[in-house]
């Protein structure tokens, strides 16, 4: 059974957190899918992951492409990535069940922690996923590194 790893984003925007996460994963051997609820924001973390730093190039691809099944990381609005992944890093709000949890290795919760609406959700989905027997981690960054707040 895998585990969902919450970051509070407070330090530090998405796009500056996500690249060291998929990095990590990577660095893992595992294969990502990167879900969020919006295409044209997933279009715009695919040019600021194209942006990233010369020495920390993570290769990736849009889902909707005719390489999807190839791609490390693959962004995508779907709750089956093509690329058979074995971590999900789920933005915006994007929906996350107990059940797919258990296929995975982990499961990450972005969230924003300026936007009170980021923050009431990501409380619903560790109540819900707490509940339902998943492991759980709350991490943030309030004290200008990532520190783990809480487990369930």
């Given at each position: 059974?895998?585990?969902?790893?919450f970051?509070?984003?407070?330090?530090?925007?998405?796009?500056?957190?996500?690249?060291?996460?998929?990095?990590?994963?990577?660095?893992a051997?595992?294969?990502?899918?990167?879900?969020?609820?919006?295409?044209?924001r997933?279009?715009?973390?695919?040019?600021?992951?194209?942006?990233?730093?010369?020495?920390?190039?993570?290769?990736?691809?849009?889902?909707?492409?005719?390489?999807?099944?190839?791609?490390?990381?693959?962004?995508?609005t779907?709750?089956?990535?093509?690329?058979?992944?074995?971590?999900?890093m789920?933005?915006?709000?994007?929906?996350?069940?107990?059940?797919?949890?258990?296929?995975?290795q982990?499961?990450?919760?972005?969230?924003?922690?300026?936007?009170?609406?980021?923050?009431?959700?990501?409380?619903?989905?560790?109540?819900?996923?707490s509940?339902?027997?998943?492991?759980?981690?709350?991490?943030?960054?309030?004290?200008?590194?990532?520190?783990?707040?809480?487990?369930?």
């Amino acid at each position: 059974m895998g585990a969902v790893y919450f970051y509070h984003l407070t330090q530090a925007s998405l796009e500056e957190t996500l690249p060291m996460l998929l990095g990590k994963a990577v660095q893992a051997g595992w294969n990502v899918a990167v879900r969020g609820t919006r295409e044209a924001r997933l279009d715009w973390l695919d040019q600021k992951l194209w942006q990233g730093a010369g020495d920390s190039f993570l290769p990736h691809g849009v889902a909707g492409g005719p390489h999807d099944a190839d791609q490390p990381v693959l962004l995508t609005t779907s709750t089956s990535a093509a690329n058979k992944a074995s971590c999900v890093m789920a933005v915006d709000g994007a929906a996350v069940t107990s059940e797919e949890i258990t296929t995975l290795q982990r499961v990450c919760i972005i969230f924003d922690g300026t936007d009170t609406e980021a923050v009431q959700q990501a409380r619903s989905q560790w109540k819900e996923l707490s509940a339902a027997g998943c492991s759980a981690q709350y991490w943030s960054q309030e004290s200008g590194r990532w520190e783990k707040k809480a487990e369930s």
